[in-house]
């Protein structure tokens, strides 16, 4: 038997018995029973049965050609255990006269009475991701007491006042805390548990597809970024208002959320290590997620190439070196945009000036190849890239990787690369090109350096301090 959690769920992955309201292929809805099946990390599926003739597209000269489908942005049902049940984005296939089949985004169960809408909106969300507790900064008992082995006595824990942190703007609030539970009515045992949550209450509902993308996706990568591991949303339930129905919100089943809320242990905190402490640094979380958003928006290299990284750590060193390779340089040509146009226009200025300068002197083909071969682009590369970011970053990131097997032997004969950055330079070229390939074991120790400087440089994007940036580079 598993244990209970401070966060518990409402509703456990299983299989529900529903009435739905299934969209007509003609138009309008009518009721029809089925089923319902949410299963942990899952999108929702689910069943329908009776007789849908009526609701059916006849083909020219009689009769019926399966499959039927019609797709909506939301589908209710109500189900037997007396909550309802919104499917997100479901698609209904009629694949015989009496029988259908139900795909979805998700499904959000909730206590709350529920209507047909054209699109599923929220305003607010409850969520738990892993190592939450570990960016908090701040533990929920700040001290206990108890009586000396065999004597009788009090055991208690005084909690702090303050372990609840919150920030809000114009837009948004939210408010980090922990949700407690406590066992004792038991004669023979006595406990306390903590689970870490976050509240967000939103000025405007916005779609499904919206909070995932501008909410609930970047608080994830944040928290990763900040632990240095692939996290996971343990919990989440929306609700469509911030004032009313409070308490009778709907938890959401859909891909990635594991329905496996969990409890704080100093242990599991202080294994993640994480460099980034919410609340003794006084660093706001909807600060660093606004950050993020507006990367997004931007397009930045780190975001859309770091940030689709962080949750594939199976991946084979050889994918991750080039991925991280191509988010620095990607992060350098972004950051230094500016200065790029001005060494452009010079660089095209006096390209310019020489190919008029020898034009007289040069054949035809001989004025071809020289326009050919001599760049358009002003001189750059990796070297520039790592240079820049090293510049950047507290601590001497290029000495780090220079001490690497790999890189100190593709710098030794015959190869002799001039330093860390050209040494890369020809192990990138290597890989890429498919000329030669490298120990895995090797590759992953300059793997593990790169990533924890790109970590890095996330983070200084996102506005920590520098306090933040040493920790993680110190781990290296």
């Not at 050609?65 to 939301?74: H, I, L």
């Not at 991946?315 to 988010?327: N, T, V």
């Not at 071809?368 to 682009?377: I, T």
């Not at 924890?452 to 996330?458: E, G, K, Y």
């Amino acid at each position: 038997m598993s244990q209970k959690t401070a966060l518990s769920l409402k509703f456990a992955p299983d299989d529900y018995l529903v009435t739905w309201r299934l969209p007509s292929t003609k138009g309008g809805t009518f009721a029809a029973h089925g089923a319902l099946t949410v299963a942990a990390g899952q999108p929702p599926m689910g069943v329908a049965h009776g007789e849908f003739y009526h609701v059916l597209e006849t083909m020219t000269g009689g009769g019926f050609g399966f499959p039927q489908s019609v797709e909506v942005p939301a589908l209710i049902g109500s189900m037997s255990n007396g909550a309802n049940v919104v499917l997100v984005d479901a698609r209904v296939e009629y694949w015989l006269p009496n029988q259908a089949r139900i795909t979805a985004a998700a499904a959000v169960i909730t206590l709350a009475d529920v209507s047909d809408t054209e699109e599923a909106r929220f305003a607010s969300f409850k969520i738990q991701i892993s190592g939450l507790d570990a960016v908090t900064g701040v533990s929920p008992i700040r001290r206990t007491n108890f009586p000396e082995k065999g004597a009788a006595g009090t055991w208690s824990a005084e909690l702090r006042s303050d372990f609840e942190q919150e920030w809000c703007d114009a837009e948004a609030s939210m408010t980090l805390t922990y949700y407690g539970s406590f066992r004792s009515f038991d004669p023979f045992a006595f406990r306390m548990g903590f689970s870490p949550v976050l509240e967000c209450e939103l000025l405007n509902a916005v779609s499904l597809h919206r909070l995932l993308d501008e909410w609930i996706n970047p608080l994830r990568r944040v928290i990763s970024v900040a632990t240095g591991r692939s996290e996971t949303i343990t919990f989440l339930s929306v609700c469509s208002k911030i004032e009313s129905d409070r308490g009778r919100d709907g938890q959401l089943f859909g891909s990635g959320i594991t329905q496996d809320p969990y409890e704080s242990t100093q242990e599991g905190v202080i294994k993640v290590n994480s460099p980034l402490r919410l609340k003794t640094q006084e660093i706001s979380l909807l600060d660093l997620v606004r950050t993020w958003q507006g990367l997004m928006v931007a397009h930045h290299p780190l975001i859309e190439t770091y940030g689709s990284m962080l949750h594939t750590a199976d991946q084979h060193p050889r994918s991750r070196f080039l991925l991280l390779l191509q988010a620095i340089e990607g992060t350098y040509g972004h950051e230094t945009r500016e200065s790029f146009t001005r060494r452009q226009k010079k660089h095209d200025d006096l390209r310019g000036e020489i190919i008029g300068l020898v034009r007289e002197s040069l054949d035809g083909g001989q004025l071809k190849f020289l326009e050919r071969n001599l760049g358009k682009r002003p001189p750059g590369g990796l070297e520039n890239a790592i240079n820049w970011l090293a510049k950047r970053l507290p601590g001497d990131v290029r000495k780090t990787l220079e001490s690497t097997d790999l890189v100190a032997a593709v710098k030794a004969e015959p190869v002799k690369a001039r330093n860390s950055a050209d040494a890369l330079r020809i192990i990138r070229n290597n890989l890429a090109h498919g000329t030669k390939g490298y120990d895995d074991f090797e590759l992953r120790g300059v793997v593990r350096v790169l990533e924890l400087i790109v970590r890095a440089n996330a983070l200084q994007l996102l506005g920590c301090p520098e306090a933040v940036i040493c920790r993680v580079l110190e781990a290296s």
